[in-house]
């Protein structure tokens, strides 16, 4: 049985540092990339970053680039989504998901096998 699960989300205040993190059990990690995904209320889910599954590379929404990081520890079948400077309209929902697909489809919903529950991050002003 595979299971994600998303933990450090928060509440938290304009411009501070957050860092939410992704246990997956039940798979061969390092067989898989993962990906963050957020959704906001009333909103459709976004892609947010993907890292392949060694960690060689990384893609990132274009919003995010230079405020996010994400990064993986294959030993400890856990990934990471650092995020700095945060906004109040990063305040979402936060989502890890893990594909084994080498089709180029990183932020595609839909391309992703399994999903974490998700947790929430709130960013106040």
């Known amino acids: 049985q595979v299971q994600l699960v998303e933990s450090g989300g928060g509440l938290v205040q304009a411009g501070d540092s957050l860092r939410v993190s992704c246990v997956a059990s039940?798979?061969?990690?390092?067989?898989?990339?993962m990906g963050w995904f957020r959704q906001a209320p009333g909103k459709e889910r976004e892609f947010v970053a993907h890292?392949?599954?060694?960690?060689?590379?990384?893609t990132y929404t274009d919003s995010m680039k230079g405020r996010f990081a994400i990064y993986r520890n294959n030993a400890d079948n856990t990934v990471f989504l650092q995020m700095n400077n945060l906004i109040p309209d990063d305040t979402a929902v936060y989502y890890c998901a893990a594909r084994n697909r080498s089709d180029g489809r990183t932020f595609v919903t839909a391309a992703y096998e399994y999903w974490g529950q998700g947790i929430q991050v709130t960013v106040s002003s």
């Open positions: 890292i392949s599954a060694y960690g060689a590379s990384s």
């Open positions: 039940g798979l061969m990690f390092s067989d898989y990339g």
